[in-house]
Nanobody, 126 residues
């Protein structure tokens, strides 16, 4: 069993930055695809970013491309989401997730992920 715990959320002004972390326990995630998703108020949960097991490849949602960066430290069993130039529309609960499957376009789909964290709130004020 894998437990994922997100941290780093909070309140920030528009244009500001935050770094989210997701620490895993119970199993090494070095061979898992790791993803970030978010759920804004009144909306469905959506894909934000994903990174392959080695950290050499990543995908981003169009809405965050150029502003967010996903990275991982397999030695620490941790994945990060660096968020810059934050906008009020980035306000959401952010979730990390682990996917034991292969790297492909399907990693943008929530159903590919077996393990989920509880989420961390990010609020961007205008």
């Amino acid at each position: 069993q894998v437990q994922l715990v997100e941290s780093g959320g909070g309140l920030v002004q528009a244009g500001g930055s935050l770094r989210l972390s997701c620490a895993a326990s119970g199993r090494t995630l070095s061979r898992y695809v790791l993803g970030w998703f978010r759920r804004a108020p009144g909306k469905e949960r959506e894909f934000v970013a994903a990174i392959n097991w080695s950290g050499s490849s990543s995908y981003y949602a169009d809405s965050v491309k150029g502003r967010f960066t996903v990275s991982r430290d397999n030695a620490k069993n941790t994945v990060y989401l660096w968020m810059n130039s934050l906008k009020p529309e980035d306000t959401a609960v952010y979730f990390c997730a682990a996917n034991p499957g292969i790297w492909s376009d399907y990693v943008k789909q929530q159903g590919q992920y077996d393990y989920w964290g509880q989420g961390t709130q990010v609020t961007v004020s205008s």
